[in-house]
């Protein structure tokens, strides 16, 4: 993998060495802690000619400038003082980490004029640097002649550096997780199979979490028909891999993410097209989205009890695969008739959701799944869908969704939707008509949450190929991560 910056925190200095960044508000201003970078005013100079104003993201830039012995000199437009929140300076690192280039040392200097600089300003902008700098080259036996040799250290002097490297562990931990989830979407399926995905889930016993892994034998003992019926077309067995982080109090119950895990999906009898099936090795997106959220609740010790647990099953095509027509029996004991093969993930999150309120009984369950392309059809690939039962669990994954930029736009259920799915044949079916894939794809879902609280995030268009942005550039984005990350850490901590 590309080497990842390593991140200090340090006060105000100018740096004598390496490259060195200022930041300028939107009127082109910059504050003296960058002033005292460039004694010889080579900015001053460089902006007029550059036509840079500090408008956010804009970059202007000296080489070897008069008066230091730094490298470079790069201004990154800051924009409005106002409008800095979150997640801009979240972005303005990521504009930070794509001018690295070959640099190895590096300061970054957090002074806008009239703007607050503090701690968690500076962990943000850290966040966004890791977040942008990472790349998915394990399988590259040729390196790009023009990455560094050793990692970039990136020093960000601050105000308050003690109040930045507090508020950075919980940040790193959380970045840890998305970058976790975006190795497992980014990972080839013929290296990554049900069984190699639960080895990685059981990986995070050492972080604390206590990991069961089911196996087929203890799937089907337990009834679990719908998500087997997937998998038997796959020498690759099936696996359930539950994690469970006990961070609050004994006595509260937790809350569930249950993901969906299909490793690889041809579709099954009902073959998906050949154009651009190798991306069907992210339809586990869901499942690593989970597996990084549990990461990031662990490694940064999350005041909260906390269940994930993923269907794992490879959706492959021999002489035992699963026929349309097929009617299994899932653990809760309704009967399905599987008249569409590829509409598969829905099978899986049936078995997964059942096992896990039944379990469990968590406080809410969220289940997250690269599901239909008809999501991508009615929402592009910026927003998920979201599809829940109650108000108020909607709300706050809403919110948590505009507080992290990873946005969910709500979804209908009805009655009128639920009866599209009823069969002769069997309880229910797991395709409906043609329009309204995706809330059929959710009414099925509902099916199997009885009471509980419950909503189904839809992330086929984000992720996996979702548009590259300033904080990702991978074809694997770890959407949900700092998500749900925010939903428990803003209401579901002790």
Known sequence: MTSTPSIAFAKFAAPKKGSAFVLAADDGAVGEAGKACDPAGALSRAFPVADFSGKFGTVAEVLAPEGTSLDRLVAVGAGKAAALDDQAWLRLGGTIAALLRKATEVAVVLDVPGAEAGGRQAANLAAGILLRSYSFDKYKTKKDKDEPKKPVKVTIHCADPAAAKKAFTDEAAVIDGVLLARDLVNEPANTLGPVEFAARAKDLEALGVEVEILTEKEMKKLGMGSLLGVAQGSPRGARMAVMHWKGGKAKDAPVAFIGKGVTFDTGGNSMK??????????????????????????????????????????????GHAQRPGHIVTSMSGQTIEVLNTDAEGRLVLAD???????????????NLATLTGAIMVALGQHYAGLFSNNDELADRLSGAGQATQERLWRMPLGAEYDKLIDSKNADMKNIGGRYGGAIIAAQFLQRFVKETPWAHLDIAGTAMGSPPSEINQSWGSGFGVRLLDRLVRDHYEG
Do not use: C, Q
């Open 273 to 318: 097209p050949a154009s651009g099936m190798e991306e069907m090795k992210g339809d586990m997106g869901g499942a690593a989205a989970v597996t990084g959220l549990i990461h990031a609740l662990a490694a940064r010790k999350a005041k909260a009890n906390a269940i994930g647990v993923i269907g794992l099953v490879e959706n492959a095509v021999d």
């Open 352 to 366: 997964a959701l059942w096992y896990t309120n039944d379990r469990f009984k968590p406080r809410f369950m969220v």
